[in-house]
């Protein structure tokens, strides 16, 4: 009799722990899916990079009249590019501001802040973005995918005139980060790798790759 009698209340209880431990143990992967993502960006950087948190912690060997950057191409279609100033994560997938095509910063030189940003995906889009640098602005340059395809011929001059010396030649799905800064008699940082499928990490696109440094705070 006794049996019959809590054996619905038995169920009960049952169901509810059931619930629980499903609900607690999809939000744990959801968790670790999270800051794998994060963590993916990070986990192939080059053994020679800065070494900066996830959170971008700005890099200790600028000088203090100086701003500090970081910049990491994206990974494959997949993981999207990312972009730190002064320790602050500007652009991320994990801010979900950031798109295929090319990523973009663009900074004032005297207060850092930020003049505009965006990812552009047209190739009229990214010719008037780069028409408005100034003399002084700060950009700062991430791929995501394939950069080629809205790199017009202007464009690229563009970015020669801003002291690249590969945006001649970026191809179809090559990994590329810049950073330069208007009229600066430094020389700009940045770096190229192209898209091989003999050398490729990613089938049909190459390693990530990364570029950090300083530029110094125009008065």
Not at 17 to 37: A, H, K, N
Not at 53 to 72: D, E, L, V, W
Not at 88 to 104: A, D, H, P, Q, T
Not at 136 to 165: K, N
Request: aromatic share 12%; charged share 20%.
């Amino acid at each position: 009799m006794h049996y019959y009698v809590w054996l619905p209340e038995l169920f009960f209880v049952t169901g509810i722990c059931f619930i629980f431990i499903l609900t607690w143990g999809l939000t744990s992967v959801q968790r670790q899916g999270e800051q794998l993502t994060d963590q993916q960006v990070f986990l192939h950087t080059p053994a020679d990079s800065v070494n900066l948190s996830s959170k971008c912690t700005a890099f200790k060997g600028c000088p203090s009249n100086h701003f500090a950057f970081y910049i990491i191409s994206g990974a494959a279609d997949v993981v999207g590019p990312k972009i730190c100033f002064e320790g602050k994560v500007i652009m991320s997938g994990v801010k979900n501001n950031v798109g295929r095509g090319l990523n973009i910063v663009l900074l004032d030189g005297e207060s850092g802040s930020i003049v505009s940003m965006g990812y552009f995906k047209g190739s009229d889009d990214l010719l008037v973005f780069l028409r408005s640098i100034q003399p002084g602005h700060i950009t700062l340059v991430a791929s995501f995918d394939d950069p080629a395809s809205i790199l017009s011929d202007e464009a690229r001059e563009i970015f020669r005139g801003l002291g690249s010396s590969v945006a001649l030649k970026v191809g179809v799905r090559d990994g590329w980060v810049f950073a330069s800064q208007k009229g600066s008699k430094e020389s700009p940082f940045e770096k190229h790798i192209p898209n091989d499928e003999k050398t490729n990490s990613y089938e049909r696109w190459p390693e990530i790759i990364n570029v950090s440094g300083c530029f110094h705070k125009r008065i």
